[in-house]
T-cell receptor
Framework: KAGVTQTPRYLIKTRGQQVTLSCSPI?????VSWYQQTPGQGLQFLFE???????NKGNFPGRFSGRQFSNSRSEMNVSTLELGDSALYLC?????????????FGPGTRLTVT | GQQVMQIPQYQHVQEGEDFTTYCNSS?????IQWYKQRPGGHPVFLIQ???SGEVKKQKRLTFQFGEAKKNSSLHITATQTTDVGTYFC????????????WGAGTKLIIKP
């Protein structure tokens, strides 16, 4: 079974630009969660999508948005990039939801904002 | 606000020594998950604990969930270089709206 894939793996953007990251979950998994990871902040939860609906959202500004498609693939968008958005963005898929089911993480997209 | 406190932030051990990380929640948890992230890697699921007082073992790793379901620990016996990484706990509140609350992680460092 193929694992969680994320594209692109690395990205360099300029402040003020926007970016879209993609995540393909494990086949059959209906839940996709997104996390931001920075060296000093650990794993910060962004949002979770389940069957195309956002089920939960962390404490991030509205510049961070996401969506999930009918095939469970998910995208995350960050508009008006700031220097502080530089981080590793991880997505994780689970069978039915992050709370009761183990999450499988992708390799992440490392975003650098200059 | 809802928090899961994880301590210590770092632990330096000699190879062969034991390692323990603790997670404490201000509210009762329905379950807790543990993940390991190797340097340069992504988090990998280790285990989930659901029952009060539950103890689970995976070879040299022992996981415990407190009787009150507010705390949990991971203990590694006789650490090896392959144990290096950051260990995260993630708990779900009893009244959770499907969201896990993550600890900040404990980084295990093996002294040369």
């Amino acid at each position: 079974k193929a694992g969680v894939t994320q594209t692109p793996r690395y990205l360099i953007k300029t402040r003020g630009q926007q970016v879209t990251l993609s995540c393909s979950p494990i086949s059959g998994h209906r839940s996709v969660s997104w996390y931001q990871q920075t060296p000093g902040q650990g794993l910060q939860f962004l949002f979770e999508y389940f069957s195309e609906t956002q089920r939960n959202k962390g404490n991030f500004p509205g510049r961070f948005s996401g969506r999930q498609f009918s095939n469970s693939r998910s995208e995350m968008n960050v508009s008006t990039l700031e220097l502080g958005d530089s981080a590793l963005y991880l997505c994780a898929s689970s069978l039915h939801g992050q709370v009761l089911y183990e999450q499988y993480f992708g390799p992440g997209t490392r975003l650098t904002v200059t | 606000g809802q928090q899961v406190m994880q301590i210590p932030q770092y632990q330096h051990v000699q190879e062969g020594e034991d390692f323990t990380t603790y997670c404490n929640s201000s509210t009762t948890l329905s379950n807790i998950q543990w993940y390991k992230q190797r340097p340069g890697g992504h988090p990998v699921f280790l285990i989930q604990l659901v029952k009060s007082g539950e103890v689970k073992k995976q070879k040299r790793l022992t996981f415990q969930f407190g009787e009150a379901k507010k705390n949990s620990s991971l203990h590694i016996t006789a650490t090896q270089t392959t144990d290096v990484g950051t260990y995260f706990c993630a708990g779900a509140r009893m009244d959770s709206n499907y969201q896990l609350i993550w600890g900040a992680g404990t980084k295990l460092i093996i002294k040369p």
